[in-house]
Every structure is written in C-alpha cells, then in structure tokens.
C-alpha cells in the first residue's frame, strides 16, 4: 500500500460526467488498498467566469479580493467530487487551502508556497478519507487566501507530494505521457517511459507544455516521483524521476524540443568594449522583456554584433527600447527578425556523451538548413534557425538520434 | 460616529449592476464617517446553480461537502463587493466565515453560531477598512466550513452586531419596512416607524416574512437595534427595538397578521382523560410535523374535542397518524379542514390595555365572521376562521384598531 498524490486540471473535471469518471478512477486507487489525495483545478471555464465578473467591476481588480474571488472555483471542485466519491462508497472530505494550511507569502495572485501542514491530512488518511484539496491557492500568515498564478494546481501536487512524503504524484493531463518531440510534427514521435526532472525542464520550458516548469522544479527538489498520465484513457505515461544511476546505459538524448515563439534583434556594429551587453540587456530587463538565447562575437575591428531573443509579442517594444540604446553606445543599426525558430536536443545523456554537437549540425546541414545562433548547456544545445525550416530541422534531428526506435537499454533491461 | 452592520439579501446583489448599487450605498455611509461591516448573501440564482450541481452527483449531498460547495457563493459576492468599494475610493475587504472566525457548532446545513472572535473585524476597522463578510457560513472547531441554512444571513448580520456591540443592524430587503399588516389586503395597511422584538416575532412567524424568525430572536436577545429597510429606495425604514419605557403612549396594536397556511384536524368524542393530549400530539411531534394552534375544551358527557392546525402540506401525513391514533384512544372521529386561516391582532400594549380581546371579538362579529378557535398570548390573540372571511377581517380589524391612522403619540413626540 502506497500513498498516491493525484492531480486532476480543468478539463478533467470540466463537467459532472468528467467529475464521475474521475471518481471512478480515484475510487479504483483506493480500492487497490493506496492512500490518495486528490489535487483539482476549477471546472473549465469556471476561472475565466469569475475573472470576467471582477473585470465587470474594475479594470484591475484588487489582487487580494481577486484570490477570494477565484479560489470558490477549486472549492467547488473539490465538494462535488468528495460527493462523487461519497456516492461510490469511498469516504472522501473536500479541503481548501486554508483547511489543508497550505501557508504561502502574501504575493495576491502568484503566491509562492512556504510551508504545508501535514498534520491534518495524515490524521485524515488515517481516517480512511480520501482527501480532496483544491489546487492553485493557499493562505497567508494572516489568514488571507492566496492563489499560485495558473497552472497552480501542479505545484500543489507536487508540494502535498513532498509534504506527505508520497510514493507518487500523478499528474493527470490531456496527453498520454511526454514525448520525444511534437507528434504533430513527426510521426515517429515516442511516449517516453522516463524522463530526468532536468530533461523535462528543458523540455517543458520550449513548448511540450504538459507540466508547469514551476511544479517540475519544486519535484525535483523534492525528489518527489512525478508520473504525467491521461485522464480518461489507461496507460503508464511518463515517469519523471532522477537520474537513474543503475540505469547502465542512459540514452543520450530524451528528445527535441522546438518554440516558434521566438524573434531575434541584432545590435550591428557595437563598439567592442566592457559593459556593452549590460548597456543593451539592462534597459529590456527593466522594460519587464523575457530574453532567451544571447550570442556576442566580437569581430576584428573593435566592433561586434550582439543578438538575442525574445517572445514575438515581445517584439515591438524591445525594438522600441532599442533605438535609443543604439543611438548612446554609438552602434551602427538595430536588425530585428521575427521568422526564426528554436530546436533543441535535450538529454543527461549528453553530460558524458561526446560528438553530441557534432551529429546535431550535421544532421542539419544533411538537409541544408543554416544555423543562425547557438547556444549550449550542460544537457541541452539549442539552435536558432528560419523558422520555415523548423519541421524539416526537428524531424531530421529525431531521426538522427534515433528517438523513432525504442531505446536499446530499456528493451534489454 | 457610530458603527453599522448592514446586510444585503440575494436580489440586492444579483447582478454586478447591483452590487454597484449597494457599493454606492455603503460608501455613502462610509464617507459620512461610519464604521461599516456588510454582510452579503451570494447572487440571487448562484446557491440554487450549486444546490443543482449537487443534485446531479448526488441525491442526497454529503452535507459537510453541501456546505463547503455553497459557502463559495457568499465568498463571490464579498470579493466583488469589496472591488466595487475599492473603485469608489473606499477600502474595503472580504471575509468568510472562517476568516472572520464564525465558530458554529456542527450541524452541517443548519448550524448555529457560537461564538464570534470580534478581533480580526476590530483590527480591520480600525485600519479604516469597510469589512465584507459573507453571510450565512460558519466555520466548526475543527476548521469544518458550515452554513446557517437558508435566511442565515441576517442571522450572521445581527450576530456580528452583537458581537461587535453596533449602534444599528440595518437589514435591507425589497420592502421598505414592516407594515401593520400587509398592503395587498388592506389599502390603508401602514409602515410602522417601530416594533418591538416580541411584536416582531409575532409578526414574522405569521406571513410577514421581512426577516428571519432567528435572527430577530438573536437581536432581542443581545439588544441589538434591528432596522429593515428597502435596499434601493430611500427611507428611514422600521425600527425593531425594545420595549421603549419613555414612550408614555405605547399603540396597543402594532399590526394585524394573518397566516393561510394552516389546516385544521379535530379529534372528535375522546374520552375525557388524563394524557389525551400527549396521546394525540405525540405521535404527530414523531412524525416532524408542527403543530401551530391548539384547543381542548371539555365537554359535560366525559368527552372532549380536541383541535389542532398543522400548515396544509402536512395535513395528510397528520390525518393518518390521527387515524391510528383515534382507534387506540377510542375517539369517534377524526374531521379535518383545510379551509381555514389565522388572523392575529398583535402588540405589547395588550398587557396594559384590558378589552382588545372583546373589541377584536365585537370587530369580526360586526362583519359577520364567525370564529372557530381562538389563542392567546401575552401580546397577540389569534382566531382561526373561514378563510374565505380572511380579507374581510383583516380590513375589520385594520381598521377597529386605528391603524389606518399615524398613531397619536408618535405625531406628538
């Protein structure tokens, strides 16, 4: 017997009949004799209702009273599906965060979670209930609610996961595990069994957005064992888990990954001296501009090209910041392109793993695409390439490494 | 300055349209240097789309899970509230039960307040805000959201007047205060400027439905100063208090009620007896059913006849208790007449006034209405009667009594 921690998002409980099949899913676990608790979202649809009643009232509604507001959506949640499992003879008590005491800071809106009571909920599992805890909110010192930013609901699991020290945090999602890469872009595309916590923050950070960065991060310093499965359809999905030391031969690499929202700017003619990237970077952080990739080379002549990128809707504004930038440290002009992609191979794999690099450019120019910026990490090398060459680079890529085929280690372990 | 607990039912916050309303009243207040407290009800509609919910999982709800469901509809309109207050310059926060501390015992659906922490609420208006609580919830010891039942807010309203000793619990409603018998029966029926808690109780209990029985009984007993007022419309409303001693020229009749859900049943010919009447009404009291009026008169024969009324929609559960009963008690029969009404004559200047119960008696024989039972307390007297004679006596005693016209005392004070 073990004790499961499960997570179920919006369109999993989007309706009562959602709601039952999810009882019946949960009510199966318990069955089988595991402890579980049950993370969930608020009825789809449900948030954005509540949202537009505060917007019907004021433009930006007070954050603290905009907590209180959409907090009823999880709480909804979490009695009806107490009374789904009630129904199926499963004891099961609906919780909030204020009742679990999910403690976080005072941040209305985006509140980061300091300290979970686990006194509680282990005197309810030692109940016998089930326990149902709304996802995405929580309660300040002082008894406010709070609620985690969208995509809550994950890091509540993870964090009740960690808290309880459960055995595992299912994540239930719409997809069937992680992938190698996009299999609307290349059919081959494989649910991978396993994946290092690392590999699914490269991973999730440029577009398989199965997970919420933030709750794989809180997982893997945890160390809390994270499984993304499908709500409605039967499988394994994808163990997210740590490096796996025994696992003689890990593969080297987990899979591709590849944004489209990506626009590049390029200062031209730099005068080639201390402090540049600062002067250029500091006024876009202070404009609230998310950068990605940053490239420098310095040329022979005293000058250099910096080019970096940013979210497309980003653009604009960043060209705007730039021009007078441009003007004070004397650059030539400011290009700006907004038809780029960025593909990535991603792998632990990697760390250990020469020619890694090597075989990624080769597979691209085998099918002529040109690289326009680069950029590596310990487990990761991303490229900036023309973004009407971004299928053609993918697919190539996953061929080249061979994620079409089931790993030799796994068939042999 | 004084402090204020003003509390808005459903229809007064069915809409965001309306809500600004009530912000637009509160702030009015506010700025005339008012310490308020508001107590709100969830959207006229939103229990209802909940209690639905529910039903659909579940015939009969889990009722801690019913609580933790319907309790959010409260918490909605207090976040929306207290932004519509912010707009408008005045700071203002939400509560719910549990965030104020309503401690109630834990009766899920129909738990009763305890105790109220008045420090948090203390602390707050002290930090100049206009505090927002939701009505009709609780939380129980054990951290358990809980509700009131239906109508609980204004018990919520006038328990935090209590406990944070307000100069006025103003309860607004869609009438304009409390009339001495009701409009659309007599033309000339009047807004009583004053009642007291006990004529209230008479009142309310008998069709003037403007507040909850409970809650007026929680004012009397704290000595709260209840006013009802009209939510939308000026005026100074009624003003429920006590028994004012400076008022040399008390109104002997504060208003005329009348109840028309009432049905009459007669044991006829039971043998005259110690314990009859437990006999009767015991098995009626295990069946749940509310007995209102009772009257046994004893005859010469060793028999007696034994009458009660019970509201209509339980007559025939009481007729086949009574059916039973009559059999073991060897009564003749059992008659029952769903063909009846209560009209009452209330007023605490009965006690000190002799001959109301003659002139109320002379009032309806004037007019042709003959009486079937009559009741007394210390400050009401109640005939059953035809119900086809209803009106008709309701206008006879309206008008016998005086109370087509302002009272002499008040235009002289």
Same mark, same amino acid.
Do not use: W
């Given at each position: 017997? *073990?004790?499961?921690?499960?997570?179920?998002?919006?369109?999993?409980?989007?309706?009562?009949?959602?709601?039952?099949?999810?009882?019946?899913? &949960?009510?199966?676990?318990?069955?089988?004799?595991?402890?579980?608790?049950?993370?969930?979202?608020?009825?789809?649809?449900?948030?954005?209702?509540?949202?537009?009643?505060?917007? !019907?009232?004021? !433009?930006?509604?007070?954050?603290?009273?905009?907590?209180?507001?959409?907090?009823?959506?999880?709480?909804?949640?979490?009695?009806?599906?107490?009374?789904?499992?009630?129904?199926?003879?499963?004891?099961?008590?609906?919780?909030?965060?204020?009742?679990?005491?999910?403690?976080?800071?005072?941040?209305?809106?985006?509140?980061?979670?300091?300290?979970?009571?686990?006194?509680?909920?282990?005197?309810?599992?030692?109940?016998?209930?089930? =326990?149902?805890?709304?996802?995405?909110?929580?309660?300040?010192?002082?008894?406010?609610?709070?609620?985690?930013?969208?995509?809550? *609901?994950?890091?509540?699991?993870? $964090? =009740?996961?960690?808290?309880?020290?459960?055995?595992?945090?299912?994540?239930?999602?719409?997809?069937?595990?992680?992938?190698?890469?996009?299999?609307?872009?290349?059919?081959?595309?494989?649910?991978?069994?396993?994946?290092?916590? !690392?590999?699914?923050?490269?991973?999730?950070?440029?577009?398989?957005?199965?997970?919420?960065?933030?709750?794989?991060?809180? $997982?893997?310093?945890?160390?809390?064992?994270?499984?993304?499965?499908?709500?409605?359809?039967?499988?394994?999905?994808?163990?997210?888990?740590?490096?796996?030391?025994?696992?003689?031969?890990?593969?080297?690499?987990?899979?591709?990954?590849?944004?489209?929202?990506?626009?590049?700017?390029?200062?031209?003619? &730099?005068?080639?001296?201390?402090?540049?990237?600062?002067?250029?970077?500091?006024?876009?952080?202070?404009?609230?501009?998310?950068?990605?990739?940053?490239?420098?080379?310095?040329?022979?002549?005293?000058?250099?090209?910096?080019?970096?990128?940013?979210?497309?809707?980003?653009?604009?504004?960043?060209?705007?910041?730039?021009?007078?930038?441009?003007?004070?440290?004397?650059?030539?002009? &400011?290009?700006?392109?907004?038809?780029?992609?960025?593909?990535?191979?991603?792998? &632990?794999?990697?760390?250990?793993?020469?020619?890694?690099?090597?075989?990624?450019?080769?597979?691209?120019?085998?099918?002529?695409?040109?690289?326009?910026?680069?950029?590596?990490? !310990?487990?990761?090398?991303?490229?900036?390439?023309?973004?009407?060459?971004?299928?053609?680079?993918?697919?190539?890529?996953?061929? *080249?490494?061979?994620?079409?085929?089931?790993?030799?280690?796994?068939?042999?372990?």
């Amino acid at each position: 017997m *073990s004790l499961i921690v499960q997570k179920f998002g919006g369109t999993s409980v989007g309706s009562i009949a959602r709601i039952e099949q999810v009882a019946e899913k &949960v009510a199966k676990f318990r069955r089988e004799g595991h402890d579980v608790v049950v993370v969930v979202s608020a009825m789809s649809g449900e948030t954005n209702r509540l949202i537009a009643l505060a917007h !019907e009232v004021q !433009e930006r509604p007070v954050p603290r009273e905009m907590d209180a507001l959409i907090s009823t959506g999880e709480q909804v949640t979490t009695a009806l599906l107490s009374m789904a499992l009630d129904k199926r003879g499963v004891k099961a008590k609906s919780y909030t965060g204020s009742q679990v005491r999910i403690l976080t800071d005072n941040a209305h809106t985006k509140a980061r979670i300091r300290e979970i009571d686990n006194q509680r909920l282990h005197a309810g599992l030692e109940e016998g209930y089930v =326990l149902v805890v709304a996802g995405f909110q929580g309660v300040d010192e002082h008894g406010n609610i709070t609620t985690l930013g969208r995509g809550g *609901s994950d890091t509540t699991a993870v $964090a =009740l996961a960690a808290a309880l020290k459960a055995d595992e945090c299912q994540i239930y999602t719409d997809v069937d595990g992680v992938y190698t890469t996009d299999p609307r872009v290349v059919d081959g595309a494989r649910r991978l069994d396993r994946i290092t916590f !690392e590999e699914m923050l490269e991973m999730a950070s440029m577009g398989s957005k199965v997970l919420q960065i933030r709750a794989v991060e809180f $997982a893997g310093k945890y160390q809390v064992p994270l499984r993304v499965l499908h709500s409605f359809e039967e499988g394994p999905g994808t163990l997210i888990t740590l490096e796996d030391a025994d696992q003689m031969e890990t593969p080297t690499i987990a899979g591709i990954a590849f944004n489209r929202d990506e626009a590049k700017l390029t200062v031209v003619g &730099v005068p080639d001296m201390p402090g540049v990237a600062y002067k250029i970077l500091g006024p876009i952080g202070e404009a609230n501009i998310e950068v990605d990739v940053i490239v420098q080379n310095a040329g022979d002549d005293g000058h250099t090209d910096f080019s970096f990128t940013v979210s497309r809707t980003d653009l604009p504004r960043a060209e705007d910041v730039l021009k007078d930038v441009a003007t004070s440290i004397n650059a030539r002009e &400011v290009r700006s392109d907004r038809k780029i992609a960025k593909v990535s191979v991603v792998g &632990v794999g990697m760390r250990s793993h020469a020619g890694v690099a090597s075989q990624m450019f080769a597979a691209l120019a085998d099918v002529g695409v040109n690289i326009q910026m680069i950029t590596t990490s !310990e487990i990761k090398i991303s490229v900036i390439i023309e973004e009407k060459y971004l299928e053609l680079a993918v697919r190539a890529l996953h061929s *080249s490494f061979g994620l079409d085929r089931e790993p030799q280690d796994e068939s042999a372990a």
